[in-house]
């Protein structure tokens, strides 16, 4: 369940996202993502290097599950949605679409996890994630 709209960052599939073929390599759709998490952040005025130098706090990937559903190519204009749909005091659940003229061909779910940058122990979410603002 999600109360904040749903982020959307483009894309583009450069050359060396793809394979020999012209189709974007597997794991590039992980680094799609993981840019659409940050622009979202920063959407919200989070600054993911400043909080880590001051020793506030910081996100790491504590899963994440893909589907492939349709490949992306050299070229292509792509979308990449982020939007929460769980949140607990520590972790946060988004479902991530990779998507071409509103059709997906990537899906996911990542869960984060916050955390303390020196001790990597769990820590609090941000506000505007705990509270579900869409706002900051």
Not at 8 to 18: F, Q
Not at 21 to 40: C, D
Not at 42 to 71: C, K, N, T, W
Request: aromatic letters at 10%; charged letters at 25%; hydrophobic letters at 45%.
């Amino acid at each position: 369940m999600t109360d904040a709209p749903v982020f959307v960052w483009p894309v583009r599939v450069y050359y060396e996202d793809t394979d020999a073929g012209g189709i974007v390599y597997y794991a590039n759709y992980l680094k799609f993502m993981e840019r659409a998490r940050t622009e979202w952040l920063r959407h919200y005025g989070i600054d993911l290097r400043e909080l880590a130098a001051q020793g506030q706090l910081m996100f790491v990937v504590r899963s994440a599950q893909l589907d492939f559903l349709q490949p992306a190519h050299l070229g292509d204009a792509l979308e990449v949605s982020v939007e929460v749909i769980r949140r607990r005091p520590a972790s946060v659940t988004l479902r991530q679409h990779v998507a071409l003229a509103e059709k997906v061909l990537c899906a996911g779910e990542i869960r984060l996890a916050c955390v303390e940058p020196v001790s990597l122990r769990p820590c609090a979410l941000p506000s505007f994630i705990q509270e579900g603002k869409t706002t900051p």
